[in-house]
T-cell receptor
Framework: DAGVIQSPRHEVTEMGQEVTLRCKPI?????LFWYRQTMMRGLELLIY????????DSGMPEDRFSAKMPNASFSTLKIQPSEPRDSAVYFC????????????????FGQGTRLTVV | GENVEQHPSTLSVQEGDSAVIKCTYS??????FPWYKQELGKGPQLIID?????GEKKDQRIAVTLNKTAKHFSLHITETQPEDSAVYFC??????????FGDGTTLTVKP
C-alpha cells in the first residue's frame, strides 16, 4: 500500500478563496482523522470519521471548515472562505480498530498539506 | 475527555547520551500508547507502542515503559545519534478510536 495520500502538498491561496484538501486513507482502515499543526497550538484534531460517518467534529474551529467522507477511500476538508489564520499544515491519518479484542492500532499519517493563505 | 501532558518540550543531548521523554494521561480507559517521530516536512511516524497489559517494551535503542497505576509512560532512547533529532509525540488511545496527543518534544542530538 502507498500509505495515506494527501493532495495537494502545498497550497497558496488568497484570503476569501475556497480551499479543498484531499485525502486517500489506507485501504481497509475504518478510521480517518483530520489534524491541523501549527507552532502555536501543536497538533489539533479537527474531526474524525468511523466507517465514513463523522464521529466527533468538536475540533473544527469554525463553520468555515467542513469535512466529508463520501466513501471509504476518499475524504475532503474544505475551508470557505479562507483566512490568513488558517495557514498551517493539515494532516490526514487513518487507522484500524481491530475487531474481536478491539485491539487499537497506530494511526498512519499522510505527508500533509502546507496551506498558506495570503 | 483524555488529557495528555508531555515533558520536556525541548531536550538537547550529546551524541551517545540517553534521552528520556515523559507523558502522563488522565483517562484510565486508555489502553494503547504510541510514540511518534516527526521529521521536518513529514507527517508523524510510529516508532514504538505499548499496550496497557504490558509494562515495558524495547526495540533496539528505543524503549517505552508504562505505569498504569500512576498513569504515566516514558520513551527512552539510548546511544543517541544525530539522526534521532526530531519532534517526538506521545499519545493515548482508548476504544473510542481516536488518539489524544501530547504537545511534542523537540529533541536535538549534538554531534
Amino acid at each position: 500500500d502507498a500509505g495515506v495520500i494527501q493532495s495537494p502538498r502545498h497550497e497558496v491561496t488568497e484570503m476569501g478563496q475556497e480551499v479543498t484538501l484531499r485525502c486517500k486513507p489506507i485501504s481497509g482502515h475504518d478510521y480517518l482523522f483530520w489534524y491541523r499543526q501549527t507552532m502555536m497550538r501543536g497538533l489539533e484534531l479537527l474531526i474524525y470519521f468511523n466507517n465514513n460517518v463523522p464521529i466527533d467534529d468538536s475540533g473544527m474551529p469554525e463553520d468555515r471548515f467542513s469535512a466529508k467522507m463520501p466513501n471509504a477511500s476518499f475524504s475532503t476538508l474544505k475551508i470557505q472562505p479562507s483566512e490568513p489564520r488558517d495557514s498551517a499544515v493539515y494532516f490526514c491519518a487513518s487507522s484500524l480498530l481491530g475487531r474481536g479484542m478491539r485491539m487499537n492500532t497506530e494511526a498512519f499519517f499522510g505527508q500533509g498539506t502546507r496551506l498558506t493563505v495570503v | 475527555g483524555e488529557n495528555v501532558e508531555q515533558h520536556p518540550s525541548t531536550l538537547s543531548v550529546q551524541e551517545g547520551d540517553s534521552a528520556v521523554i515523559k507523558c502522563t494521561y488522565s483517562d484510565s480507559a486508555s489502553n494503547y500508547f504510541p510514540w511518534y517521530k516527526q521529521e521536518l516536512g513529514k507527517g508523524p511516524q510510529l516508532i514504538i507502542d505499548i499496550r496497557s497489559n504490558v509494562g515495558e517494551k524495547k526495540d533496539q535503542r528505543i524503549a517505552v515503559t508504562l505505569n498504569k497505576t500512576a498513569k504515566h509512560f516514558s520513551l527512552h532512547i539510548t546511544e543517541t545519534q544525530p539522526e534521532d533529532s526530531a519532534v517526538y509525540f506521545c499519545a493515548a488511545k482508548g476504544n473510542a478510536g481516536k488518539s489524544t496527543f501530547g504537545d511534542g518534544t523537540t529533541l536535538t542530538v549534538k554531534p
